[in-house]
């Protein structure tokens, strides 16, 4: 009997740019493929994007990188959001991609394991300087009747601990959450209406959805914003990861 010999060839899947921004199924199994190298550095998990996506590997050859200050807090999405969705940082109304806006969140090690360690914020709402920049959000009743509802509803995210070691990358959506945290939600919105028709716009007692001041020092521009407690439940919920519970402390274990 003759064997034959054949030489496999690993199958390699490769991602067009404008089909991860646009198309659910695609963005899925990217998102997927590069959770496959997770835990890593993000330059590990770069190159990992730019072998799955060799346009996006173009784009940011040709591209120029943002330009990112030593104090820039956002320098970790900003960094995300280029090299490994292929996204220029903007200021454009319309989410980066059929997922949702790109984002990136720090997690820190506390007494007993890890939380989120900072508000993520989703998109600016006005400015308290012309309270009227903020009469939508009295108009809209409800959030989802919200115009900035799209960029609340749903993103991906990525986490990393303080080392700067990606942990987890993910799209969520808050209509998949369970009734309880969508309660919050809607208590914490109804809140915030309430504060900005009082024209004393303030994060105090919102849960889980504030609106918060944004940009420079004594800005008048604010933000809806995920609470560093609503990020770690978040994460906690799309991990798969048990969230523990201590006193008033929340946290996961290990991640």
Do not use: W
Request: aromatic share 8%; charged share 25%.
């Amino acid at each position: 009997m003759v064997l034959l010999s054949y030489e496999v060839q690993e199958y390699k899947m490769t991602f067009s740019r404008n089909d991860i921004h646009t198309k659910n199924a695609v963005a899925k199994e990217y998102i997927r493929q590069l959770n496959s190298v997770l835990p890593c550095s993000l330059e590990n998990l770069i190159r990992k994007a730019y072998e799955l996506s060799p346009e996006i590997a173009a784009f940011c050859s040709d591209a120029t990188t943002p330009k990112l200050g030593a104090k820039d807090k956002g320098k970790i999405g900003k960094l995300v959001e280029f090299h490994i969705f292929g996204r220029l940082p903007n200021n454009d109304s319309h989410a980066d991609t059929s997922f949702g806006d790109c984002k990136a969140t720090h997690v820190k090690k506390c007494a007993d394991g890890y939380n989120a360690k900072e508000r993520l914020t989703l998109t600016n709402c006005g400015a308290t300087s012309d309270y009227a920049n903020l009469q939508h959000i009295i108009d809209a009743q409800t959030l989802d009747a919200s115009r900035c509802y799209g960029k609340i509803q749903t993103g991906i995210l990525t986490v990393l601990r303080e080392d700067e070691m990606v942990v987890a990358l993910f799209r969520y959506d808050i209509t998949e959450l369970s009734a309880e945290y969508k309660e919050v939600i809607a208590d914490d919105y109804q809140k915030i209406r309430d504060c900005v028709a009082a024209k004393a716009a303030s994060q105090k007692g919102q849960s889980y959805l504030h609106i918060h001041p944004h940009g420079s020092k004594g800005s008048s521009t604010r933000a809806f914003g995920f609470t560093n407690a609503f990020v770690t439940r978040l994460i906690s919920h799309y991990t798969g990861k048990p969230l523990e519970v201590k006193g008033r402390s929340i946290f996961i274990k290990d991640i």
